[in-house]
């Protein structure tokens, strides 16, 4: 997995609403109701906040659809936008430009490789009880004329204190650059500026359990530590 694919969003909306001050439109809140979601996955439909609405949180789906696309399914394989060619990529070119979006999460799952295995863990900001990352969102129309509303996730380099977990991180925005990234006055060569490594002092992450791997199981143990197997506390002393 070379991507940010998984992450967590355990707050409720009444909490959500208070933490990012932004509201909730009643009618959409009852047809669609996700929160809380331990295992968020692609075409999950989470809320996000859009550039052209910035004190509501809008549900969209995970993987972006460009809307030039034939069919729906090309949303799985963008997921994420690499910050560094954003710019270039045709899919992501013209939503930089007008199309910004904050995605909220309150810790993201990643996965180490040891040896032959994958080892899952958690990441969180230690400063944030939620954070919002840097994405992209998109209004897709099928042939059928169904609308598709859609996000993507912008990704950096990791930050060096989680490197050895793996090598690309989500694009989490610190509070005061958040309302710059959906500022459409600002271009979108000076916007990115905001995407920035997060310090490694303000994250914090721990092993969970491999129950996260599949993506049906979302439960509350999903995000609580899981303990070393018996014999490998012992390197630790």
């Known amino acids: ?113 040891q040896g032959k295995d994958k080892i899952p863990f958690r990441i969180q900001t230690k400063d944030q009880k939620a954070f919002m990352a840097a994405g992209l969102w998109e209004r897709w129309k099928s042939p059928d004329g169904k609308e598709v509303f859609s996000f993507t996730i912008l990704t950096q380099n990791a930050s060096p204190g989680i490197a050895h977990i793996h090598d690309r991180m989500p694009a989490i925005l610190k509070q005061e650059d958040q309302m710059h990234w959906v500022d459409m006055d600002i271009k979108p060569n000076d916007v990115l500026s905001v995407v920035q490594p997060y310090p490694d002092e303000l994250l914090h992450f721990y092993q969970v359990s491999e129950e996260v791997n599949k993506v049906s199981n979302n439960r509350q143990d999903l995000i609580e530590e899981a303990k070393p197997p018996e014999g490998e506390q012992l390197s630790l002393l």
Not at 14 to 32: G, V
Not at 98 to 103: A, F, G, K, T
């Open 1 to 113: 997995m070379h991507m940010c694919g998984r992450s967590s969003l355990t707050l409720t909306e009444k909490e959500l609403e208070k933490h990012f001050n932004a509201s909730f439109y009643s009618d959409e809140l009852e047809r669609y109701n996700p929160l809380p979601n331990f295992n968020v996955a692609p075409s999950h439909v989470m809320p996000i906040i859009r550039s052209d609405d910035i004190h509501h949180f809008r549900p969209h789906r995970w993987g972006l659809i460009p809307f030039w696309a034939k069919d729906e399914n090309i949303g799985y394989k963008m997921i994420n936008a690499r910050s560094e060619t954003v710019l270039q990529k045709n899919a992501f070119k013209k939503a930089m430009a007008q199309r910004r979006c904050l995605v909220p999460m309150d810790g993201y799952y990643e996965w180490q490789k």
